[in-house]
Nanobody, 125 residues
Framework: QVPLVESGGGLVQPGGSLRLSCGVPGFTEEHYAIGWFRQAPGKEREGVSCLSSSTDNTSYADAVKGRFTMSRDNAKKTVYLQMNNLKAEDTGIYFC??????????????????WGRGTQVTVSS
């Protein structure tokens, strides 16, 4: 298990922005995929976006396309999720997970391991 640490959540008004961070200290593999997932109260966890380290390919759920952007800083071993034009339905706990191995195209429909504890995002006026 690889420890992941999410941060950056908070309370924001509709239309606002947040940037989440997922730190992976001590992770040394070159090839992996990192995914962001979220869970709203009373709902199942759903995939938000993922990024492949092999190709920098990113994939987004339809609900966040055009509003969310993933990026990474290899030196800091951190992956970011920039969330713009936030909506009430974006509220939830956001988790990052990691999946080892070469994945030219990342997927949100495969198992991820080594989850963090999550960071709360609340979009409300």
């Amino acid at each position: 298990q690889v420890p992941l640490v999410e941060s950056g959540g908070g309370l924001v008004q509709p239309g606002g922005s947040l940037r989440l961070s997922c730190g992976v200290p001590g992770f040394t593999e070159e090839h992996y995929a990192i995914g962001w997932f979220r869970q709203a109260p009373g709902k199942e966890r759903e995939g938000v976006s993922c990024l492949s380290s092999s190709t920098d390919n990113t994939s987004y759920a339809d609900a966040v396309k055009g509003r969310f952007t993933m990026s990474r800083d290899n030196a800091k071993k951190t992956v970011y999720l920039q969330m713009n034009n936030l909506k009430a339905e974006d509220t939830g706990i956001y988790f990052c997970g990691i999946r080892s191995g070469i994945q030219p195209i990342c997927s949100l429909k495969v198992p991820y391991a080594s989850w963090g504890r999550g960071t709360q995002v609340t979009v409300s006026s």
